[in-house]
């Protein structure tokens, strides 16, 4: 299962980005999605998660409200609509794809490379 993960970039502070992640080599609709993020020095944390069929969605509080999941199973692809971006956003996204619908890392199997998101103020 391979995951490319894409739509970063440079952008000012309250400003949007769309992030998008779309699998192959596998049946995504098989999978929970999830989203996580890195900021530089810091650990890699969670986002967001949204289950198989995308009709539930989970987040962690710092970002409701801000953040939006989901997903398009005919297009095998998650999404991840980031608005009112604060320079605390500033990390390398990742998506991932997994057996549990859960926020945890360590519960996600396969994993993209990232996508950079650089918030300036």
């Known amino acids: 299962v391979q995951l490319q993960a894409s739509g970063g970039g440079l952008v000012q502070a309250g400003g949007s980005l769309r992030l998008s992640c779309v699998v192959s080599?596998?049946?995504?609709?098989?999978?929970?999605m999830g989203w996580f993020r890195q900021a530089p020095g810091k650990e890699r944390e969670s986002v967001a998660a949204?289950?198989?069929?995308?009709?539930?969605?989970i987040g962690v509080d710092s970002v409701k409200g801000r953040f939006t999941i989901s997903r398009d199973n005919a297009k095998n692809t998650v999404y991840l609509q980031i608005d009112n971006l604060q320079s605390e956003d500033t990390a390398v996204y990742f998506c991932?794809?997994?057996?549990?619908?859960?926020?945890?890392?360590?519960?996600?199997?396969?994993w993209g490379q990232g996508t950079l998101v650089t918030v300036s103020s």
């Open positions: 991932a794809a997994g057996k549990y619908y859960a926020l945890g890392p360590d519960l996600y199997e396969y």
């Open positions: 080599g596998g049946t995504f609709g098989n999978y929970h």
């Open positions: 949204i289950n198989r069929s995308g009709n539930s969605a």
